[in-house]
């Protein structure tokens, strides 16, 4: 499995952005398809964006389109999600999250594909 260490959540007003890094270590990054989930208090985690090996492959979930943006830069062995317009129903625990399906089958989005975690990081958009 990789490891995959989260960073740059934090605090915001509403309207506001923030930017997220996932940094891999230990297998090779390109190896895998990357994704972010969120999870909320008292909700299930769902998925955020996910993004292909090479980077040319994105899905974002329907509700965000628009709003976030999931990158990566496997020299760097880091994924990043950009996070617009913040809105305090986006107050969630992200996680990053690996795995090595194949993009083509379209089960990117199913939480139970991936199978490295990293520990979360909070953010939290004030009103």
């Known amino acids: 499995q990789v490891q995959l260490v989260e960073s740059g959540g934090g605090l915001v007003q509403a309207g506001g952005s923030l930017r997220l890094s996932c940094a891999a270590s230990?297998?090779?990054?390109?190896?895998?398809?990357m994704a972010w989930f969120r999870q909320a208090p008292g909700k299930e985690r769902e998925v955020v964006a996910a993004i292909g090996r090479s980077g040319v492959n994105t899905y974002y979930a329907d509700s965000l389109k628009g709003r976030f943006t999931i990158s990566r830069d496997n020299a760097k062995n880091t994924v990043y999600l950009q996070m617009n317009s913040l809105k305090p129903e986006d107050t969630a625990v992200y996680y990053c999250?690996?795995?090595?399906?194949?993009?083509?089958?379209?089960?990117?989005?199913?939480?139970?594909?991936?199978?490295?975690w990293g520990q979360g990081t909070q953010v939290t958009v004030s009103s």
């Open positions: 999250a690996a795995s090595r399906l194949f993009w083509y089958r379209g089960n990117y989005a199913q939480r139970q594909q991936y199978d490295s």
């Open positions: 230990g297998r090779t990054f390109s190896d895998y398809v």
